[in-house]
């Protein structure tokens, strides 16, 4: 269903299934008149417009140039659509369990699935169920008009996204809801990681980006972050920086947290 002007979209009640709203300067996917899923400018098809979809791009400050990306949700296909234009040696494969939100891609100036780009039609779950050590990134951005799946959050779900990646893959989350579940959500990570993981606030939303690494990459020292960051600045047209810090500052808290917890115990002890 495409809407077309305010009054169609206020007067709109959704039974959950996927429809456009466009305006003179952008596209957007939403479920309900409430809360937009996925906006593109219409002048900038491949830009990147929420915040949050900026900041799970942090995973270029650790690996700026994968050669493989899994994507659990395809929404209007920002990640998708970026990943694709903008780093041009990686394989792209795109799970969205919701053949009505696939059926609207063309709204969205998709590109059609070639040798870099797939999109299946396919529970998240399933897709990295069924691999085994295949993607470089994985990029977790799978909700329904419910909010977040159950299966897309579960620990033997984030267990199987840690056996998915590669040696130093990264695994990259986009959390929403109350704070209590995302901690929740946030706790099962850890586990599945071995506490290899970073979260931070998501630019301009109440998102958490959660970023994970099936190695060591996210211990890469903060003096590199910042000269690659100079790097990327130049090649892509993303505001980086303000991400960058987030995580460096994440980061620092929690060596810090981790460091009082072991005095703590050795307290304790002695």
Do not use: W
């Amino acid at each position: 269903m495409l809407l077309d002007n305010v009054r169609e979209l206020s007067a709109f009640s959704s039974d959950g299934k996927p429809f456009i709203y466009k305006n003179a300067h952008s596209v957007s996917l939403q479920f309900d008149n409430t809360a937009v899923q996925s906006e593109m400018y219409v002048a900038a098809p491949d830009a990147l417009l929420l915040g949050y979809t900026v900041t799970m791009m942090g995973f270029l400050l650790f690996k700026h140039s994968p050669g493989t990306i899994a994507m659990i949700g395809l929404g209007g296909g920002s990640l998708a659509k970026y990943c694709y234009r903008n780093l041009p040696h990686a394989a792209i494969v795109v799970a969205e369990n919701n053949p009505e939100v696939i059926a609207l891609k063309d709204h969205f100036h998709i590109p059609e699935d070639g040798r870099r780009l797939q999109i299946r039609c396919q529970d998240g779950r399933d897709l990295v169920r069924e691999a085994d050590n295949d993607y470089e990134i994985l990029l977790v951005d799978g909700f329904d008009h419910t909010g977040q799946p159950p299966q897309l959050c579960s620990q033997a779900f984030y267990d199987d996204c840690y056996q998915a990646l590669a040696p130093e893959g990264i695994m990259v989350v986009n959390l929403l809801g109350s704070r209590v579940n995302m901690t929740h959500y946030l706790d099962r990570i850890q586990r599945s990681f071995d506490g290899a993981v970073i979260a931070v606030d998501a630019l301009e939303s109440s998102n958490m980006i959660v970023f994970a690494c099936k190695g060591k990459s996210l211990e890469m020292p903060d003096q590199a972050i910042m000269h690659g960051l100079k790097d990327l600045e130049l090649r892509h047209a993303l505001l980086l920086r303000m991400t960058a810090q987030n995580i460096l500052r994440q980061r620092r808290t929690d060596k810090l947290i981790a460091a009082l917890h072991l005095s703590a115990e050795q307290l304790r002890a002695g």
